[in-house]
């Protein structure tokens, strides 16, 4: 099966699309307020390399590799099947996007909750990003970062797990594919993350919190 047969069909008009936008992109790029590099800006998405879609079937979710660095890093943004264009809610993520998974949930308060998981290469991390809803339907992704018009959401800290720092969480090194499972029990939903050049497959359990916060804890990990 190849891969246009496994998504839906306007996977690859997406990918055309954005990947022509990126030139277009770049001349007119602002939110340079943290040199060197700006943060992304345009109508597009530049290196898209991961789409999943929305449980409801209208939307789309892309994430952008930044793989020539020319901005600050990746993006997360919804493609809207319906008017063919890119919804304006943008969030910012590590640099070097490869997988994106998405957890369908109920939160503590009782209604559907929707999550993103993905994963980047550059800081071997993943980045946890909730889906809200605007009064008209539409994906609002958000983070945990400042939110200023005109430029993406910066995902804070606390929306990331792994890392290349001492004291990070271990999810192995160079993450390039998840999968994650549902579990009934108490310790949460599993995600599995393909780490490439240590051979590692990481464990980690995915909790729900209260306050909206999310608790990841390791709980295995396996060579492959």
């Known amino acids: 099966m190849t ?3 496994r998504f839906p069909r306007g996977m690859v008009s997406v990918r055309v699309a954005a990947i022509a936008l990126c030139g277009a992109v770049l001349a007119g790029a602002g939110c340079a307020d943290e040199p060197p ?7 597009g998405v530049c290196f898209p390399v991961s789409i ?3 449980p409801g079937g209208r939307y789309l979710y892309v994430a952008g590799a930044n793989f020539d660095r020319s901005f600050r890093g990746g993006i997360v943004r919804a493609f809207d099947t319906q008017s063919d264009t890119y919804v304006p809610a943008t969030v ?4 070097f996007a490869s997988a994106m998974e998405v957890q369908s949930r109920i939160g503590s308060d009782g209604k559907a909750k929707l999550r993103l998981f993905v994963a ?4 071997d991390a993943v980045t946890a990003v ?6 008209t339907g539409e994906p609002a992704l958000r983070c945990g970062g400042e939110q200023r018009a005109g430029c993406p959401e910066k995902c804070a800290e606390i929306a990331r797990f792994g890392g290349n720092d001492e004291g990070d969480l271990d999810i192995g090194n160079d993450p390039v594919e998840l999968s994650l499972t549902a579990n009934t029990q108490d310790t949460g939903d599993l995600l599995h993350v393909v780490g490439t050049t240590d051979g590692k497959v990481a464990i980690v359990a995915l909790k729900d919190r209260k306050d909206g916060a999310i608790d990841v804890t390791a709980v295995g990990q396996t060579k492959h």
Do not use: C, N
């Open 120 to 123: 980047t290469r550059d800081d």
């Open 92 to 95: 910012e993520i590590g640099s």
């Open 37 to 43: 590099l700006p943060a992304y800006q345009g109508t």
């Open 52 to 54: 999943q879609p929305d």
């Open 130 to 135: 909730d889906v809200e809803r605007t009064a």
């Open 3 to 5: 891969m246009v047969d």
